[in-house]
């Protein structure tokens, strides 16, 4: 998957995009395999809900989050609004880049929540609004999982 330009400040991909980035451009790593796993540093199967990293580890730059992309949702809402913040504040400061593991799901789908919930560059009534107005102009094959999740969820994350 190739490199995914929204703005020159905002880009989405996948694993082969993690780290072909410039030093001072801050960049969330949407999956747990490996990005998560490595920044954590467990080699269990996965953490205890209750490890303080169990969610999301972040650094200065980078944002690691514990996210697989079932079919059936298994995401928790504050782990988006995690991403949001720390996407938002990171947009503000610089350059973001924001990757999964193939860039067609996880990823995409997080820039599409930051340009509709906290920048104002898509629609913010439903997913469905903003997904129809994000796949007109990027591409875009979120999976069932985070799919349903986004709608059932969509008034309940921050703007």
Known sequence: MTQTFISERLSYGGQDTCKAHPPDQAVVHACKEPCHRSAVGYTAKSLAPAHPNYLAHRTKTDLYLNLIDPPVPLFKLESF??????????????PLHIHCNQGQSRAPSLALLL???????????SYAEARSAFEALYPYSPGKGIARFLTDNWGGLSS
């Open 81 to 94: 609004e995690i991403a949001l913040d720390f996407m938002h504040t990171a947009y503000k400061a610089g």
């Open 115 to 125: 340009m509709a919930k906290r920048l104002g560059h898509l629609p913010n009534s």
